[in-house]
Nanobody, 120 residues
């Protein structure tokens, strides 16, 4: 059974960089054909895909966030991470790490989500 667990600060100050890590258990993140992503849901809004990293390490960033976002992985720890710089209160959201099978239009495994609030 694959499990994903987000970790990171619950509160970040404006202009700081948010760093989140997803720890995956139940299988290596290098396994094909899986795709690992970060998505978020701001209060009262829909889900927003932010960034993803393929099983072979190839990254992809949302065009609307790519100037502030980076994604990386540590295969020795079976983790992948998101960094979002220059945060504002509009980045307040529940952040999820998820897995998708490439070629399918759905996320098949989700972390429980972590609330991040941007406030001074």
């Amino acid at each position: 059974q694959v499990q994903l667990q987000e970790s990171g600060p619950g509160l970040v100050k404006p202009s700081q960089t948010l760093s989140l890590t997803c720890t995956v258990s139940g299988g290596p993140i290098t396994t094909s054909p899986y795709y690992w992503s970060w998505i978020r849901r701001p209060p009262g809004k829909g889900l927003e895909w932010m960034a993803g990293i393929r099983y072979d390490g190839f990254p992809d960033l949302s065009p609307s966030l790519n100037t502030r976002t980076s994604i990386s992985r540590d295969t020795s720890k079976n983790q992948f991470s998101l960094q979002l710089s220059s945060v504002t209160p509009e980045d307040t959201a529940v952040y999820y790490c998820v897995r998708a099978t490439m070629g399918r239009d759905e996320y098949d495994y989700w972390g429980q989500g972590t609330q991040v609030t941007v406030s001074s």
